[in-house]
Nanobody
Framework: QVQLVESGGGSVQAGGSLRLSCAASGLTFSSYTMGWFRQAPGKGREFVAAISWSGSSTYFADSVKGRFTISRDNAKNTVYLQMNSLKPEDTAVYYC?????????????????WGQGTLVTVSS
C-alpha cells in the first residue's frame, strides 16, 4: 500500500532552520505532484508548498515565500521542505501529500495520499 513517511521535525528557535523529508513507497513517485501542508494548533490545515512531478515547477504560500524551498529526488522517492528563518507562527504539524494529476494543485482536496505528519515547534 501507499506510504508517505515524514521526518525531520523538531524544536528550533526563531530564525533557525529545519529540513523535512518525506519518503514515499507503494506508488510511482515520479508521476505524482507532491505537496506540503501544515496544521497549527486550533487551526485548519493549510497549503505550504508544492512541486510538479519533474521538479521544474514549485509553488509556495505567501507566508513562506522566500524562506522555504521544496525539492524532490525521484530516484530516492523523496520530497524535501527546507525551512529557513523560521518564525513562531510556523509552529504546526507538517504533512506531505501526493496528487496523481500532472497539473499542480494548491488545494488539499486534490491530494489523495497523506503522511502522518511531523511536528515543528518554533520558539521565540
Amino acid at each position: 500500500q501507499v506510504q508517505l513517511v515524514e521526518s525531520g521535525g523538531g524544536s528550533v528557535q526563531a530564525g533557525g532552520s529545519l529540513r523535512l523529508s518525506c519518503a514515499a513507497s507503494g506508488l510511482t513517485f515520479s508521476s505524482y505532484t507532491m505537496g506540503w501542508f501544515r496544521q497549527a494548533p486550533g487551526k485548519g490545515r493549510e497549503f505550504v508548498a508544492a512541486i510538479s512531478w519533474s521538479g521544474s515547477s514549485t509553488y509556495f504560500a505567501d507566508s513562506v515565500k522566500g524562506r522555504f524551498t521544496i525539492s524532490r529526488d525521484n530516484a530516492k522517492n523523496t520530497v524535501y521542505l527546507q525551512m529557513n528563518s523560521l518564525k513562531p507562527e510556523d509552529t504546526a504539524v507538517y504533512y506531505c501529500a501526493a496528487d496523481p494529476r500532472l497539473r499542480v494543485s494548491l488545494s488539499q482536496v486534490d491530494y489523495i495520499y497523506w503522511g502522518q505528519g511531523t511536528l515543528v515547534t518554533v520558539s521565540s
